[in-house]
């Protein structure tokens, strides 16, 4: 099983900022938290990863817990485009095991 | 840089034949990995090659088999197809970890 945990769904109204979250308590000093979006009928693309610090990109910021056993993924403000299934998952500890991923609906 | 490539798109077979599907990684990528998603489920991991070799493997029958060529291609092999095995096959490959994976768009597998 994987060992992150994710809401199955949220929803969002468009143009506001969302907060994804993941729980990872089990996580070991060497796993990277890396945070995957899967659009429809498309396969999962990279979005973010981070180690101990918070980390941005032009797609998200990813906000990481001080004990690490947290994590949060933030788009700044979601378009109807960001709705999608994403995933959390520890590298390489957890790899390969993706989860069932939070289903993010971007409310117009 | 070229993406993930999957042949082909889409696949439709009858029950009870074999299917084999291609994935060609990224240049320099030697781990390819395989899944498999149904509707509402996450990605069901079936097996990891790397260097020719099935380095991890998931929890699927024998009817699934994979293998990898010295270019880094790899296939999966679907024999005896059953209704269930109708599925989005995708496969990701990637660098050793903590770096991530790229996917390709998937094979849409329908059995009939």
């Known amino acids: 099983d994987a060992k992150t945990t994710q809401p199955n769904s949220m929803e969002s109204n468009e143009e506001e900022p969302v907060h994804l979250p993941c729980n990872h308590s089990t996580i070991s000093g060497t796993d990277y938290i890396h945070w995957y979006r899967q659009l429809p009928s498309q396969g999962p693309e990279y979005v973010i990863h981070?180690?101990?610090s918070n980390v941005n990109n032009r797609m998200a910021s990813l906000a990481i817990a001080e004990d690490r056993k947290s994590s949060t993924l933030i788009l700044h403000r979601a378009t109807l485009r960001d709705a999608a299934v994403y995933y959390c998952?520890?590298?390489?500890?957890?790899?390969?095991?993706f989860g069932t991923g939070t289903s993010l609906t971007v409310i117009p | 840089k070229a993406g993930v490539t999957q042949t082909p798109r889409y696949l439709i077979k009858t029950r009870g034949q074999q299917v084999t599907l291609s994935c060609s990684p990224i240049s320099g990528h030697r781990s390819v990995s395989w899944y498999q998603q149904t509707p509402g489920q996450g990605l069901q991991f079936l097996f990891e090659y790397f260097s020719e070799t099935q380095r991890n493997k998931g929890n699927f029958p024998g009817r699934f088999s994979g293998r990898q060529f010295s270019n880094s291609r790899s296939e999966m092999n679907v024999s005896t197809l059953e209704l269930g095995d109708s599925a989005l096959y995708l496969c990701?490959?990637?660098?050793?970890?903590?770096?991530?994976?790229?996917f390709g768009s998937g094979t849409r597998l329908t059995v009939v």
């Open positions: 990701a490959s990637s660098l050793p970890a903590p770096y991530g994976y790229t």
């Open positions: 998952i520890l590298l390489p500890g957890d790899q390969f095991y």
């Open positions: 981070g180690l101990t």
